[in-house]
């Protein structure tokens, strides 16, 4: 039972393509409303239709809860009315919009995190001893340049000479769901840094369903059973990134500005934070272990009208394959779904096709 709901919200999210009608660069955009596309909406009518996936796995993220909290028939009608705790959660989506709008000049400061922090039913309660304060790293006198922090990257990859070496790669992983009981075999196909098929084959659970995520240079696709999947502006940059990022360890190539923020920690470690644009709009921060060089987090955010959305890649347990190191852990994360991608085979140049990449139809 549990299991069915997990994977209905994973399905739901990827399947949650709705038209986005947006043109970049044109202010007389027409952006379909989430009033306008769905049936049953009182108070998020004016919100872009294609944000209704995230904010509703933003709210249950937030509660710790599953779409069956609100939505109770659990039958994948999300129209139906007449439960509580859906009339609970309109009146908190308008308190929340009211305190932004009245005390926060509009900024989305207080989600519904700031109150629930991963519970449903918040308690009334404070601290009855001195809160310790997580101590913050010291920031170094001579701030690091960007180049540098590159540099040390390219090497702790392996160095320029064996990454040039290598042209294509043939990928074999497993994609482990949150219950750590459940796999998806997965095929990546990477070549010249530009060109990505990543395969999801089903687990039983799953029934036959086969998930193609592929970037020709240009375009990113997503294919369910060979039929296109439409994909969101933020989707689509993600696959994209993942056929730039590790055959390519020239970031400023990916990334046209970058900047050094600060020394941070993740997971205890030392991590150098750098900030990396790819437009005004698709802003992303890439975190390097001050030790070590290598590339351990990776974090993109998408606005929402609860505040960013967090699409977060921690790279782990690099392994050298032909002289290169790839990340052979990789844990995926956005509110409410994480994943684990586990590598167990990398075959370094291995003869690809371009017209696989390409005459996907
Ligand atoms: C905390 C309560 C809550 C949770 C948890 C929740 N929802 Fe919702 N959902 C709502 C409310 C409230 C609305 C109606 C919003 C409005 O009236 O503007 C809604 C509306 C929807 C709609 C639009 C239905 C329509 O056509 O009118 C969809 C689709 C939806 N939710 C899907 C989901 C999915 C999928 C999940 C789990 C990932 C989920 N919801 C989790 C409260 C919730
Ligand atoms: C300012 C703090 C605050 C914010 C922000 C907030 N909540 Fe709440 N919420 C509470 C408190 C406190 C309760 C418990 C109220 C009670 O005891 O009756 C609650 C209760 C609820 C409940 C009923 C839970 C139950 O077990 O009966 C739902 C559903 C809920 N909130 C959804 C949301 C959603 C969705 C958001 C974001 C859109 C949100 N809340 C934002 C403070 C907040």
Redesign the pocket.
């Known amino acids: 039972m549990k299991t069915k709901l997990k994977i ?2 994973i399905f ?2 990827a399947l949650f393509a709705c038209v986005f009608l947006a043109t970049s660069g044109n202010t007389q955009t027409k952006i379909e409303t ?1 009033g306008q596309k ?8 004016d919100m872009p239709a294609d944000q ?2 995230k904010v ?2 933003m ?2 993220a937030s ?1 710790g ?3 069956a ?3 109770a028939s659990n039958d994948g009608d ?2 139906k009315e007449g439960f509580e ?3 609970t ?2 009146q908190m ?1 308008k308190m929340t919009f009211e305190l932004n709008k009245n005390y926060f000049d509009g900024r989305p400061e207080i989600n519904c995190n700031t109150c629930h922090q991963g519970i449903s039913h918040p308690k009334p309660s404070f601290p009855l001893k001195p809160v310790i304060a997580v101590e913050s790293p010291v920031q170094p006198d001579k701030k690091p340049t960007v180049d540098e922090i590159l540099a040390k990257y390219e090497t702790a990859l392996g160095g320029k000479a064996n990454l040039a070496k290598i042209t294509s790669r043939h990928i074999k992983a497993q994609r482990i769901e949150p219950d750590g009981k459940t796999f998806e075999d997965e095929e990546i196909l990477q070549k010249g840094g530009n060109l990505l098929i990543q395969t999801i084959y089903p687990s039983k659970q799953y029934g036959d369903y086969v998930v193609k995520e592929i970037f020709d240079g240009a375009t990113a696709f997503k294919l369910g059973n060979g039929a296109k999947i439409e994909l969101k502006a933020d989707e689509t940059e993600q696959i994209k990134r993942e056929a730039q990022l590790f055959a390519n360890p020239n970031l400023k190539a990916v990334y046209p500005k970058m900047d050094f923020r600060a020394v941070d920690k993740v997971d205890g470690r030392e991590v150098y934070v750098i900030t990396a644009s790819i437009s005004e709009t698709q802003r992303e921060r890439l975190y390097f272990d001050v030790q070590t060089g290598l590339l351990v987090r990776r974090v993109a955010s998408t606005p929402t009208i609860l505040g960013n959305f967090v699409f977060q890649v921690d790279y782990t347990d690099y392994k050298k394959f032909g002289g290169v190191k790839l990340p052979t852990l990789i844990n995926f994360a956005v509110p ?1 779904i994480h994943w684990t991608r586990k590598v167990f085979d990398v075959k370094n140049n291995v003869k690809i096709d371009d017209a696989k990449f390409t005459k996907i139809f």
């Not at 769905?38 to 009518?45: E, G, H, Q």
């Open positions: 209905a919200a739901t999210f989430a769905f049936k049953s909406i009182k108070v998020l009518n209704m996936g509703m796995n709210m249950s509660l809860v599953n779409c909290f609100c939505h999300y129209e705790h859906k009339d959660a309109r989506l409410n």
